[in-house]
């Protein structure tokens, strides 16, 4: 079963309002060789932001999570998670490569509030470490499987005579003849 968490509408429309009032203060207060280019990628981060939102999903059959920020987007397989903490609303994900991955839930400050938007950072964390055990446990138990079979295989080609590894004569080079 697919999880999903969506940034509410008010906090996208609250996500356009400051980039926009960022673009005016950078086209503003800036040299314009600096100015544009700052304006630009508000824009761009605006347009991510308004259209897409910030998202977490957890797909458990597929074993991943996948974290959405605008036009920014991180996927991580669940069985490299190592560690998960919720802090206020902030949620980091540590990964096996290293790294860690955090993102604000949507309520950041009183605004968030006022605005309508719901603390669901302690459920998304405790949605991410169910399924990252789950994704574990199963890894491990195919790993046994794994190890069943190999065990099985090794004691069943002990009575089968040996098998010929290597080229055929034919096929070698005549300097290794």
Request: hydrophobic residues 50%; contains cysteine.
């Amino acid at each position: 079963m697919v999880q999903r968490w969506r940034c509410p509408t008010s906090l996208r429309v609250k996500t356009v309002v400051i980039a926009a009032l960022g673009a005016v203060v950078a086209l503003v207060f800036l040299p314009l060789w600096f100015g544009i280019p700052v304006a630009v990628l508000l824009a761009l981060w605006a347009a991510g932001m308004a259209v897409l939102g910030s998202s977490v999903v957890i797909d458990p059959e597929a074993g991943l999570l996948v974290f959405g920020m605008g036009l920014i987007t991180r996927r991580v397989h669940v069985t490299d998670v190592t560690a998960v903490l919720v802090d206020r609303s902030k949620v980091s994900v540590a990964r096996m490569a290293g790294g860690e991955i955090s993102l604000y839930v949507w309520r950041k400050s009183r605004l968030d509030g006022w605005l309508g938007a719901a603390d669901e950072s302690d459920e998304i964390g405790h949605a991410i470490s169910a399924a990252t055990a789950l994704a574990q446990d199963h890894k491990a138990r195919a790993a046994e499987k794994t190890a069943e079979k190999t065990a099985n295989t090794a004691t069943q080609t002990a009575d089968a005579p040996p098998v010929r590894t290597g080229s055929g004569a034919r096929t070698r080079s005549t300097l290794a003849t």
